[in-house]
């Protein structure tokens, strides 16, 4: 049995590494391995050790759901066999080490720990990512090597290997509830207490700073609410008291942190902070007896304090501000970015930056201020920048904003590193009120994300936009799914504006586009057993509060976000339902040969299917595709797409279209690119909808097919008054004055042509 304990720890270890983002999704071959694992341990369980491997209502419903992705390729309703095919690797390969897990901890709470050890010990390991990717830079490389994406970092928040710091957040949050249920685990008249303990409050602190530097609004708002649960929920008064401590310690520790965080000396911080807060721990412990003779009103008069206390801290140190320096001689370059919100449309407004800029440059001007005006979209409607070099004074720029325009977004760079000396703006007004680019106290980013917090957020309101144009797509295939990644397939025929979104931002609503209905079903009764799993631990006595509430934790921020699109994060979902308090249904000792018949069946269907994916392997369809191509062998290349699109049921090959010499194509693959064309919806993506009009007007310009050329003229002419009217339409399509104006000079050209083939 030990082999498949270390093996499971491994396992998760790895997934960490690879977390197999959604950008990139690089856990195929661990999927595989993963399933043959299960294959090996379900015979050992069944056939040596003479056990059931599925022993209750919940196991049932798990596998149940991860066989949903199956539904579409029986039903044939997949717009991408190869995507679902690896979706359905996921969810199987999860379902593997939720059974394993199950199995083993179930009677062995030693285990158990060790894997919520292992998630804890995660979270360091990202967290570490976390600081690196935002300092030193040592790991992107290296991780980039083993198949994840380079992300760069636009936001200036962290977001480790994930790439999404939403998402990064959520690992963490899980950690610290995980951590305050391994706390908590211990008698608390413990005298002395044990090594780990001082480590977990070490952890802790590092996960909520890391927490705080995301500026995931979301889940450090779940997060709270969740621990007011684990609060309210926990009976045990001294354990409650001693939690509160706790947090209270290691969040004024992460506080600090984040307010000194310094991109030269983050390490070293990091290091002191988390040795310091090691010994929270120790320090409660010291003074516990103390703290337990306060009264309820005295703890609340103090939480009153607190807060009022909060409340003046926040207050005055946003009305002390200091000089915003960048640049100085030997440090980073770049591009600084500041957010202004609540800017008014149509009005007059005047910046006047006060400077103090230093250069070794005399002849070239090294620093540039651009102000952009920005729409609901956070789109560029305007630009206007300064630029300067030696330069001591006040530089102004004025402007009437445009009837769309609701914030500025300012960005501050410097175009030489070897040049800059240093770049101070001692203030900046806008209309003659004074607007803090710097706090003395307070991180500007952290205010800023504060201020930002209202219901008109792009990030909120969004989301909503997703989920209606998501039912759109839905709403002829909700029963059987249109397979993994429908949306992304598919997203661009029904957006209400022209947005960029390759995940839906919901799993419920993911599922049921890709899976179908009954995934959403099966989902929903296994989180109404998680809820009645809870009351009927509480109500034993038990204290497994924290790990039902890290799974809740999860569960509430999938419901608004794309954290289930990491396989890491997919995993921890199964890795918490599989340590959930045990209700034994069945005997264990007996066995059921149908059971094992039907388990194995899947697991071995999902292996074939998945080393055939493996084998198939879109990618290098795709590199041949390519390879015709270039070698301008165009009649294989289109051979090719439609070989691929039997299975791919998606055509994304409008560049390899629009630059064949259609001279050189039979006639055959000329009526299939037609129909194509003729199957392309026009969209509000304007560039996506011009990509087809080149398309049509490169085979007028090169192909012999008189009739194809003509009919081909004739839909440019019939959707033209609709393609000018969304290239104006400048709400929808999102497009700024001169790209309009390039759009429509270009559709005129394609237009006129057209009509010189229909005239003939």
């Given at each position: 049995m030990k082999i498949f304990k270390y093996s499971i720890i491994a396992i998760l270890l790895i997934a960490t590494i690879l977390i197999g983002s959604p950008i990139s999704f690089n856990c195929t071959e661990l999927s595989i391995i993963i399933i043959l694992f299960g294959?090996?341990?379900?015979?050992?369980?069944?056939?040596?050790?003479?056990?059931?491997?599925?022993?209750?209502k919940l196991d049932i419903l798990v596998l149940l759901f991860c066989l949903t992705p199956i539904i579409p390729i029986v039903f044939n309703t997949y717009i991408s066999l190869s995507d679902s095919i690896t979706?359905?690797?996921?969810?199987?390969?999860?379902?593997?080490?939720?059974?394993?897990?199950?199995?083993?901890?179930?009677?062995?709470?030693?285990?158990?720990?060790?894997?919520?050890?292992?998630?804890?010990?995660?979270?360091?390991i990202l967290s570490i990512f976390g600081i690196d990717y935002m300092t030193t830079r040592i790991f992107p490389d290296i991780l980039e090597s083993i198949g994840l994406p380079y992300i760069v970092n636009i936001e200036n928040r962290m977001f480790a290997s994930l790439g999404y710091a939403n998402s990064f957040a959520v690992i963490l949050a899980i950690s610290v509830m995980l951590i305050l249920h391994k706390i908590n685990s211990r008698s608390i008249n413990q005298k002395n207490i044990i090594k780990s303990d001082l480590i977990y409050s070490g952890i802790l602190f590092?996960?909520?700073?890391?927490?705080?530097?995301?500026?995931?609004?979301?889940?450090?708002?779940?997060?709270?609410?969740i621990i007011l649960a684990y609060l309210i929920i926990n009976r045990e008064k001294k354990k409650s008291i001693y939690t509160i401590y706790l947090l209270g310690i290691d969040g004024v520790l992460s506080l600090i942190y984040t307010m000194m965080w310094n991109f030269e000396s983050a390490w070293l911080m990091t290091a002191f902070m988390f040795i310091i807060?090691?010994?929270?721990?120790?320090?409660?412990?010291?003074?516990?007896?103390?703290?337990?003779?306060?009264?309820?009103?005295?703890?609340?008069?103090?939480i009153v304090v607190c807060v009022i206390g909060i409340v003046l801290f926040i207050r005055v140190g946003i009305n002390l501000t200091r000089p915003l320096t960048i640049y100085e001689a030997n440090s980073s370059s770049g591009m600084?970015?500041?957010?202004?919100?609540?800017?008014?449309?149509?009005?007059d407004y005047s910046l006047k930056f006060d400077i103090n800029a230093k250069s070794t440059l005399n002849n070239i001007e090294n620093y540039k201020i651009t102000v952009s005006e920005e729409n609901k979209y956070y789109d560029t409607v305007e630009e206007h920048e300064i630029t300067f070099n030696n330069f001591e004074g006040i530089k102004e720029i004025s402007f009437t904003t445009?009837?769309?325009?609701?914030?500025?977004?300012?960005?501050?760079?410097?175009?030489?590193?070897?040049?800059?000396?240093?770049?101070?703006?001692?203030?900046?007004?806008?209309?003659?009120?004074?607007?803090?680019?710097?706090?003395l106290y307070l991180p500007v980013s952290i205010v800023d994300k504060i201020k930002d917090i209202n219901l008109n957020d792009k990030s909120v309101w969004e989301r909503g936009t997703y989920y209606k144009d998501a039912f759109k797509i839905i709403k002829d295939d909700w029963a059987t799914g249109l397979g993994a990644n429908a949306w992304r397939y598919k997203y661009l025929e029904v957006q209400e504006y022209n947005y960029s979104a390759t995940e839906v931002h919901s799993f419920p609503i993911q599922i049921l586009l890709e899976n179908g209905i009954l995934s959403v079903i099966l989902l929903g009764i296994i989180i109404i057993l998680i809820i009645v799993r809870l009351i009927k631990d509480r109500k034993a006595g038990k204290n497994n509060v924290g790990i039902f509430l890290a799974l809740i934790l999860l569960i509430l921020h999938s419901f608004v976000d794309f954290d289930m699109s990491f396989y890491y994060i997919m995993m921890l979902f199964f890795t918490l339902l599989a340590i959930l308090p045990y209700q034994?249904?069945?005997?264990?000792?007996?066995?059921?040969?149908?059971?094992?018949?039907?388990?194995?069946?899947?697991?071995?269907?999902?292996?074939?299917?998945?080393?055939?994916?493996?084998?198939?392997?879109?990618?290098?369809?795709?590199?041949?595709?390519?390879?015709?191509?270039?070698?301008?062998?165009?009649?294989?290349?289109?051979?090719?797409?439609?070989?691929?699109?039997?299975?791919?049921?998606y055509d994304n090959y409008f560049d390899i279209y629009g630059g064949i010499d259609y001279s050189q194509l039979s006639n055959e693959n000329l009526e299939y690119i037609y129909n194509e064309i003729i199957k392309t919806p026009i969209t509000v993506n304007v560039e996506y909808d011009m990509q087809k009009n080149r398309v049509i007007e490169r085979i007028i310009n090169t192909t012999n097919n008189e009739e194809i050329k003509t009919k081909l003229a004739q839909i440019i002419i019939d959707e033209n008054d609709e393609y000018v009217e969304m290239i104006n339409n400048k709400e929808k399509n999102r497009l700024i004055n001169n790209e309009i104006k390039s759009y429509i000079n270009e559709q005129e050209k394609i237009y006129e042509l057209a009509k010189s083939i229909t005239n003939k």
């Open positions: 294959i090996i341990f379900s015979i050992y369980k069944f056939f040596i050790k003479k056990q059931r491997i599925l022993n209750d979706s359905l690797l996921k969810y199987i390969s999860c379902f593997v080490v939720y059974i394993i897990i199950k199995n083993l901890a179930q009677n062995d709470e030693k285990y158990k720990n060790t894997i919520i050890n292992t998630i804890i010990f995660s979270s360091v590092l996960n909520l700073s890391c927490i705080i530097l995301s500026y995931s609004r979301t889940v450090l708002l779940i997060l709270a609410v807060s090691c010994f929270a721990l120790e320090l409660i412990d010291r003074i516990y007896d103390k703290i337990e003779k306060i009264t309820k009103k005295t703890y609340a008069i103090i600084v970015k500041y957010k202004i919100q609540n800017i008014e449309p149509n009005t445009s009837n769309e325009t609701i914030e500025f977004a300012i960005y501050i760079e410097s175009e030489y590193k070897i040049a800059q000396l240093g770049l101070t703006i001692n203030s900046l007004t806008i209309n003659g009120e004074e607007h803090p680019l710097n706090y034994n249904q069945k005997d264990e000792k007996s066995k059921s040969i149908i059971e094992i018949i039907l388990l194995l069946a899947v697991l071995i269907v999902a292996q074939t299917l998945g080393i055939t994916n493996a084998i198939y392997n879109l990618e290098s369809k795709t590199q041949i595709i390519y390879s015709y191509y270039y070698n301008k062998e165009y009649d294989n290349s289109i051979n090719a797409i439609r070989e691929l699109n039997k299975t791919e049921k």
